[in-house]
């Protein structure tokens, strides 16, 4: 694994892989909290990296085997948290970087958890049912020992879904007995929560409603661009448009469909249902993927993929606040050109932490055998995000930076803190 070294070290030109991106916002706040370089070098580093050999029959009868990756990265606050992905471009620095993010990200919210990731490296898109649910099982075969509702409790991500996490919890029982908060975003009848489908949009939209309450505005005063219209993005959409706000613009992996007087984001959620992509949807005009950079809208929410907000598209941004629903969307270049045109960036460790959060729920749920109603759920998620937002204007207000950097110290600050309490 390669480490980013201290960033004033001046590697920042030659282009940033997924762990060295993540890992300079987290020196930053390292530096800022003068922490040590051994205590550095213990939070930077993962627990435990696992590579999998997974080898299933597939319909036809021939033989195929992919790599799955889990990687462990931190459990000083609690039992490792993290999602599952199935995609072609799964690789151990992505899976990296995205296990110190949930690091990060459930310091920044209070749960009590450590940070993980996982995924395998394969199309999903050209797996059957039959072959995705062999190789997950085969996945488990090799992972049950390290995984466990006390050890490290997968979830959902790209390429994987309730279902996945069904098949999980099966293939767990059979090697430990039934154990359903081994996972979270499972089947409502098998222990899921309800809430979890909405939960990352909805705390979005709570977390950007924190914002804007404190500028003196209203979710309804704004225009959005919205790239993805996934389960996060389509979520997030129409919980806008309930509170008033216009969604101006769409763009997914298929192109992008604007209205500027709003879209009608329940029949574009449907339509992307039923056709795969915003592509072709007839209520509003077609335009390109990329119009989203540089979208005529107050806010942009990245909701794809990662690394999008590059020093190449972040200078063409003309809205005046950038809401992280996906994953480490904005690069270190791409930050510090946003903040210097005055674009106010809330972080994906916060932004984006409404699933994990209704995640934990889920499992605080299963650990107590008893079921919430889906007002709790979103009550309780709604508390924890202002809570959270008040933390971090106080961590920025003591600090004078942005929020990101404010994010990182808190959270940093407490893995730290937690680790030294275990006398570690
Ligand atoms: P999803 O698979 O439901 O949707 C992904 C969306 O991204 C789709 O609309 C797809 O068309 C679009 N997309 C894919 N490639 C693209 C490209 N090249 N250009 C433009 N759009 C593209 O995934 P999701 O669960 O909504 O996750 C979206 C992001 O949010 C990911 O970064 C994920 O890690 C992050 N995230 C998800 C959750 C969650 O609870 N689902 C929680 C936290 C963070």
Redesign the pocket.
């Known amino acids: 694994m390669k480490v980013w070294r201290n960033p004033s070290g001046g590697r920042k030109d030659e282009g940033m892989n997924p762990t060295e991106a993540t890992n300079y916002f987290f020196y930053k706040a390292a530096e800022i909290l003068n922490l040590d370089s051994r205590t550095i070098k213990q939070l930077v580093t993962p627990f435990r990296e696992i590579k999998v050999e997974c080898t299933i029959t597939c319909d036809d009868g021939h033989i195929e085997t992919f790599t799955g990756y889990r990687v462990q990265h931190d459990q000083s606050r609690g039992p490792m948290k993290g ?1 599952i992905r199935y995609h072609h471009q799964v690789d151990p620095d992505e899976v990296n970087a ?1 296990a110190s993010l949930m690091t990060w990200k459930t310091a920044v919210v209070n749960l009590p958890y450590g940070g993980a990731k996982g995924g395998i490296h394969c199309d999903p898109t050209r797996l059957s049912t039959g072959e995705k649910q062999r190789l997950t099982r085969v996945f488990v075969q090799r992972l049950h020992d390290v995984i466990g509702p006390h050890l490290d409790i997968p979830a ?4 994987t879904n309730a279902e996945t996490m069904g098949w999980i919890v099966d293939e767990y029982a059979k090697f430990h007995g039934w154990a359903p908060g081994v996972v979270t975003g499972k089947p409502i009848e098998l222990g899921g929560s309800l809430g979890r489908e909405s ?2 949009g909805r705390g979005l939209l709570y977390a950007t409603e924190c914002l804007f309450e404190d500028l003196g505005h209203r979710i309804s005063d704004f225009r959005y661009a919205i ?7 389509s979520w997030a959409g129409r919980l806008i448009e309930e509170a008033g706000g216009k969604v101006t613009l769409a ?4 192109g992008g469909v604007a209205r500027a007087d709003g879209l009608d984001t329940r029949a574009l959620t449907a339509w ?1 249902r039923q056709h795969g ?1 915003v592509r072709g949807f007839p209520g509003g005009d077609a335009t390109p ?1 990329d119009a989203f950079y540089s979208a005529d809208v107050d806010v942009l929410i990245p ?4 690394g ?1 907000l590059t020093k190449e598209t972040a200078g063409e941004v003309r809205a005046r606040f950038v809401i992280e ?3 480490h ?1 904005t690069d270190p270049e791409a930050d510090e050109i946003l903040a210097r045109n005055g674009v106010t960036v809330l972080p ?1 460790i916060y932004a ?1 932490a409404g ?2 959060t209704v995640s934990y729920f889920e499992w605080v749920q299963n650990l107590q055998s008893y079921a919430w109603d889906e007002e709790r759920v979103n009550g309780e998620l709604r508390r924890r995000m202002r809570a959270t937002y008040a933390d971090l204007r106080a961590a920025r207000a003591a600090r004078g930076c942005d929020w990101r950097t404010a994010a990182f110290v808190l959270a940093v600050s407490r893995v730290h803190q937690a680790t030294r309490l275990r006398g570690v």
Do not use: E, R
């Open positions: 999602g995205l959902p991500d790209m390429g939960a990352t790239q993805g219209f996934g389960n996060v993005g763009t997914d992996v298929t992307v992509g993927g909701a794809a993929l990662g999008v629903g996906a994953n969307p994906d984006n699933g994990v």
